[in-house]
């Protein structure tokens, strides 16, 4: 049974930071790309960053490059999401999740974790 369990949410004020992680079982977490999503009340899912099956490749949305780092360690089955410079804009339930290759698209994932909250206060 596949899980992925996210921590490190929680309340921070603006221009703060914070470390997701996520951490992997029941795959062969090495074998997929990892992404984060996040979710605002009454706003879709949308894409934040993905990384490649070795860390080598990177991708960002706009919003929050150069602020968050995604990064992963295959030995421990984990993947994290360094959040620096946060804004309230950023408030938003934060769902890692694993897939075949590289998409910004929720629906191309294949396993999900059940979210950890980012709160940033003004």
């Known amino acids: 049974q596949v899980q992925l369990v996210e921590s490190g949410g929680g309340l921070v004020q603006t221009g703060g930071s914070l470390r997701l992680s996520c951490a992997a079982s029941g795959l062969t977490f090495s074998m997929y790309v990892m992404g984060w999503f996040r979710q605002a009340p009454g706003k879709e899912r949308e894409f934040v960053a993905a990384?490649?099956?070795?860390?080598?490749?990177?991708y960002y949305a706009d919003s929050v490059k150069g602020r968050f780092t995604i990064s992963r360690d295959n030995a421990k089955n984990t993947v994290y999401l360094q959040m620096n410079s946060l804004k309230p804009e950023d408030t938003a339930v934060y769902y890692c999740a694993a897939g075949p290759s590289y998409s910004r698209l929720r629906y191309d994932y294949t396993y999900w974790g059940q979210g950890t909250q980012v709160t940033v206060s003004s």
């Open positions: 990384i490649g099956r070795n860390g080598g490749n990177t």
